[in-house]
T-cell receptor, first 113, second 113 residues
Framework: SAVISQKPSRDICQRGTSLTIQCQVD?????MFWYRQQPGQSLTLIAT?????????ESGFVIDKFPISRPNLTFSTLTVSNMSPEDSSIYLC??????????FGQGTRLTVV | QKEVEQNSGPLSVPEGAIASLNCTYS??????FFWYRQYSGKSPELIMS????GDKEDGRFTAQLNKASQYVSLLIRDSQPSDSATYLC?????????????FGQGTILTVHP
């Protein structure tokens, strides 16, 4: 498995502001993924962060709201822009190893007030 | 129909009993399935992966896959209070690899002493 470090682990933010979440992996990986887990819900994929190209977003998620960077094979950031209380969720970074298995960072618990 | 469904509501079993968790999927092309355990406030942890029809055992955990019925299950033998968590079934999206997953809604398991 990979060691995935995600920060911040939690934050409380004012509506209208932006928060950038960082994800660092201890080995080089081709693709990294960002998920959202709303309160009491399961995980929903936001986007795939590809090194050297733009991120690929899932239906319902747009780049203006969730810009993603992937400057190298071990690091990615997700920004939650112009936040509203509906953005209060846990945001999770993951990587896929050994074929299709995915491993997760510890998550960022975001509360927007 | 959701691609991956976990229809059973919260499950409560006594310590030492067998807990049975179920999952169905809609994509007949899916080749692999995963069970994640998520403790409250924590990120998902991979506990089982299964790629072929039949049973796969790992300690107290047994995953069962029936591709004809599009059905995946997880059995936990000798359930312990420490097994109390949300269990998430997942499958790769569109047959892709490297960890791009669709998750079921999750089943909350409580093991009471």
């Amino acid at each position: 498995s990979a060691v995935i470090s995600q920060k911040p682990s939690r934050d409380i933010c004012q509506r209208g502001t932006s928060l950038t979440i960082q994800c660092q992996v201890d080995s080089q990986v081709t693709m990294m993924f960002w998920y959202r887990q709303q309160p009491g819900q399961s995980l929903t994929l936001i986007a795939t962060a590809n090194q050297g190209s733009e991120a690929t977003y899932e239906s319902g998620f747009v780049i203006d709201k969730f810009p993603i960077s992937r400057p190298n094979l071990t690091f990615s950031t997700l920004t939650v822009s112009n936040m509203s209380p509906e953005d209060s969720s846990i945001y999770l970074c993951s990587v896929g190893l050994m074929g299709t298995e995915a491993f997760f960072g510890q998550g960022t618990r975001l509360t927007v007030v | 129909q959701k691609e991956v469904e976990q229809n059973s509501g919260p499950l409560s079993v006594p310590e030492g009993a067998i807990a049975s968790l179920n999952c169905t999927y809609s994509d007949r092309g899916s080749q692999s399935f995963f069970w994640y355990r998520q403790y409250s406030g924590k990120s998902p942890e991979l506990i089982m992966s299964i790629y072929s029809n039949g049973d796969k055992e790992d300690g107290r955990f047994t995953a069962q896959l029936n591709k004809a019925s599009q059905y995946v299950s997880l059995l936990i033998r000798d359930s312990q209070p420490s097994d109390s968590a949300t269990y998430l079934c997942a499958a790769p999206q569109g047959g892709t690899s490297y960890g791009k997953l669709t998750f079921g809604q999750g089943t909350i398991l409580t093991v009471h002493p």
